[in-house]
């Protein structure tokens, strides 16, 4: 079974701070990871992709990720209260490359 | 259209009914993917249409769950004998080509709210 990891939550940062959310997977072969963001009762709408090791930054955000230890990490810098939201980590493990496996999400607080 | 629609937003059936959930893709997007969402949890994979066909039905949890795409734009979800354990939303989603090595984004319909009594 291909699994996907994410600390539930909620995460609790204040405004203007960094929020940190993590991400672990099984799957040795997956080679593209993902980042969506889930507003309460809304679809998800992706905010990163990244493919090779190291950091990807765009924007406000930054996703970084290590193969060897199987593991992908969302950076959010300034984060502010619009940022509050579920995260969820996907991971695509598909032979035919797009099936994805989606972790059960963290869910971010950022308080005023 | 300008992005994936669902319909219906919402479903209320009884336990035992038969329902169709339709997925209108991105126009042009040659793949189509369909995920389940229990409440608390990510999306699930269920099944992934490349064009018309079925490349990958390795999510459908049983028999009583089976999807038709076939005009390779519009599909539907089909789920036979519903059970309470049905109850989730259901999520479509759109990719261009459904290749490039697995890096294409996928785009999200605002999903299908099923609940089974």
């Known amino acids: 079974q291909k699994e996907v990891e994410q600390n539930s939550g909620p995460l609790s940062v204040p405004e203007g701070a960094i929020a940190s959310l993590n991400c672990t997977y099984s799957?040795?072969?997956?080679?593209?990871f993902f980042w969506y963001r889930q507003y309460s009762g809304k679809s998800p709408e992706l905010i990163m992709s990244?493919?090779?090791?190291g950091d990807k930054e765009d924007g406000r955000f930054t996703a970084q990720l290590n193969k060897a230890s199987q593991y992908v990490s969302l950076l959010i810098r300034d984060s502010q209260p619009s940022d509050s939201a579920t995260y969820l980590c996907?991971?695509?493990?598909?032979?035919?490359?797009?099936?994805?496996?989606f972790g059960p999400g963290t869910r971010l607080s950022v308080l005023p | 259209g300008a992005g994936v629609s669902q319909t219906p937003s919402n479903k209320v059936t009884e336990k035992g009914k038969y329902v169709e959930l339709r997925c209108d893709p991105i126009?042009?997007?040659?793949?189509l993917y369909w995920y389940r969402q229990s409440l608390g949890q990510g999306p699930e994979f269920l099944i992934y249409?490349?064009?018309?066909?079925?490349?990958?039905d390795s999510g459908l949890p049983n028999d009583r769950f089976f999807a038709v795409r076939p005009e390779g734009s519009v599909s539907t979800l089909k789920i036979q004998r519903t059970e309470r354990g049905d109850s989730a939303v259901y999520l479509c989603?759109?990719?261009?080509?459904?290749?490039?090595?697995?890096?294409?984004?996928?785009?999200f319909g605002p999903g299908t709210r099923l609940l089974v009594l």
């Open positions: 799957d040795r072969g997956s080679q593209s």
């Open positions: 126009s042009g997007h040659t793949a």
């Open positions: 996907a991971v695509n493990v598909g032979n035919y490359g797009q099936n994805f496996v």
């Open positions: 249409f490349q064009g018309t066909g079925a490349a990958d």
């Open positions: 989603a759109s990719s261009l080509t459904g290749l490039a090595g697995g890096q294409e984004t996928q785009y």
């Open positions: 990244i493919y090779s090791n």
